[in-house]
């Protein structure tokens, strides 16, 4: 008896304890290359159902559709017929339809405005003689002698006689070069010849108020230290060259 009491106390533990699950068998299916074969017949059902299905294509919407009855607008056709548009095969759109080629025309051409066709033909004889003669070309002058306008003759201004010495008889009456002393002078300071210079507006003014002074002769203000007869740098060149 006491023999047999631990082997009835195991067998009644074996009886309690829940089965070892075999860990080789997978969890809710047989083993791996089931659970792989299933995931590829998956995957190969699920391609072939996106190639065979497709959702419908929606139907092309047509003119009567656009255009709701009964409003009094005009229909997309007649507005193609107005138009002169046809429309396209496909899809319902309008397309304008395609002009009519331009027709051929044998023969000479017109020359446009902006052609050669404009310019004078004054210059040819042939197109002149063609269409003047000599009764027309006395009709022209005729006619272009009566629009003449002759201006009044009138006498020329006269010449102040006190505009003071004349620059340019006196240019032409010397002949000595500037600098070249021909007057006998006196000693003038450069004071004297910078402060009478300087109060003139120009050189040709000095030589006229150095003239009218008594020069070329005397030099009372100053104006031709040198002796030559001309004041302050004026130049009778340009006077001489201008005669030449």
Excluded at 28 to 49: E, K, M, N, P
Excluded at 140 to 156: D, G, H, M, S, Y
Aim: glycine residues 10%; charged residues 20%.
């Amino acid at each position: 008896m006491r023999a047999w009491l631990p082997l009835t106390m195991v067998a009644a533990l074996a009886a309690c304890d829940p089965a070892v699950p075999d860990s080789g068998s997978g969890v809710g299916f047989g083993d791996y290359d089931s659970y792989q074969a299933r995931q590829s017949r998956d995957a190969a059902l699920a391609t072939s159902q996106r190639q065979t299905v497709r959702p419908p294509a929606p139907a092309p919407a047509t003119a009567a559709a656009q255009t709701p009855e009964g409003t009094g607008a005009p229909t997309a056709a007649e507005i193609d017929a107005a138009l002169g548009r046809t429309p396209a095969s496909t899809g319902g759109v309008i397309t304008p339809a395609a002009p009519a080629p331009a027709p051929v025309q044998t023969g000479t051409v017109p020359r446009s405005a902006g052609s050669s066709a404009g310019i004078s033909d004054e210059q040819s004889f042939e197109a002149v003689s063609s269409r003047e003669s000599i009764e027309s070309d006395a009709q022209r002058i005729a006619r272009q002698r009566a629009q003449f306008e002759q201006a009044p003759v009138t006498a020329l201004p006269q010449r102040p006689q006190d505009t003071g010495p004349n620059l340019a008889e006196y240019a032409l009456s010397t002949t000595n070069q500037p600098g070249e002393k021909i007057y006998r002078r006196s000693f003038t300071s450069q004071r004297k010849y910078d402060r009478a210079c300087s109060g003139q507006p120009s050189a040709a003014q000095a030589q006229q108020a150095f003239l009218a002074a008594g020069g070329p002769q005397r030099d009372r203000l100053g104006m031709d230290p040198d002796g030559d007869g001309f004041a302050c740098g004026w130049d009778p060149r340009p006077f001489r060259a201008a005669k030449g």
